[in-house]
T-cell receptor, first 118, second 115 residues
Framework: EAQVTQNPRYLITVTGKKLTVTCSQNMNHEYMSWYRQDPGLGLRQIYYSMNVEVTDKGDVPEGYKVSRKEKRNFPLILESPSPNQTSLYFC?????????????????FGDGTRLSIL | GNSVTQMEGPVTLSEEAFLTINCTYTATGYPSLFWYVQYPGEGLQLLLKATKADDKGSNKGFEATYRKETTSFHLEKGSVQVSDSAVYFCALSDTLSGGYQKVTFGTGTKLQVIP
């Protein structure tokens, strides 16, 4: 079954304790992204990756790191979490698009990770 | 930059009522437009899409037409069911230099359908 898998689904932790949220996709997609979802703000992109070893900042990258050592995995790292990073996080993947063909490939989302940082 | 504006929710309807969720966008290029649905405890799922002006996307009784002249992509359904209760996100996708597909989401509209 084609899917994006995130772990953990829920996590309660304390300020300053490093954590990693894993994301894995089995669709051989080139593009992967991390979003956070907050009430009234919709989804905001944190980081994205166009391919292995190619990552770039999204709209709200402060306080986060990512890596893309393998095509299928795209972990999100919070080196020193703070309470304002309490949120619902989603990983998404999509196949590569080509210039001139159009940006019509939908995103495939994981089920989300709810982080609470005390 | 690109942006998406959705009507604020929550929207509460009785079963079999007609649904419209408004969505307008601003974009510099020629984006593709999407509606995603999020059921409780789950990630977003693609509901429908349209890739060029005047295209109509449809799925599960939902429809939306890409209106370039009014920069709109309103979601409609003729008769909602309790099972349609969810959060609906309008989104646009545009291709950046380098080929990356940048997606911009609206803030989401929660729909509650009561029996």
């Amino acid at each position: 079954e084609a899917q994006v898998t995130q772990n953990p689904r829920y996590l309660i932790t304390v300020t300053g304790k490093k954590l990693t949220v894993t994301c894995s996709q089995n669709m051989n997609h080139e593009y992967m992204s991390w979003y956070r979802q907050d009430p009234g703000l919709g989804l905001r992109q944190i980081y994205y990756s166009m391919n292995v070893e190619v990552t770039d900042k999204g709209d709200v990258p402060e306080g986060y790191k990512v890596s893309r050592k393998e095509k299928r995995n795209f972990p999100l790292i919070l080196e020193s979490p703070s309470p304002n990073q309490t949120s619902l996080y989603f990983c998404a993947s999509s196949p590569r698009t080509f210039r001139g063909i159009g940006s019509n490939q939908p995103q495939h989302f994981g089920d989300g990770t709810r982080l609470s940082i005390l | 930059g690109n942006s998406v504006t959705q009507m604020e929710g929550p929207v509460t309807l009785s079963e079999e009522a007609f649904l419209t969720i408004n969505c307008t966008y601003t974009a510099t290029g020629y984006p593709s437009l999407f509606w995603y649905v999020q059921y409780p405890g789950e990630g977003l799922q693609l509901l429908l899409k349209a890739t060029k002006a005047d295209d109509k996307g449809s799925n599960k009784g939902f429809e939306a037409t890409y209106r370039k002249e009014t920069t709109s992509f309103h979601l409609e359904k003729g008769s909602v069911q309790v099972s349609d209760s969810a959060v609906y996100f309008c989104a646009l996708s545009d291709t950046l230099s380098g080929g990356y597909q940048k997606v911009t989401f609206g803030t989401g509209t929660k729909l509650q359908v009561i029996p």
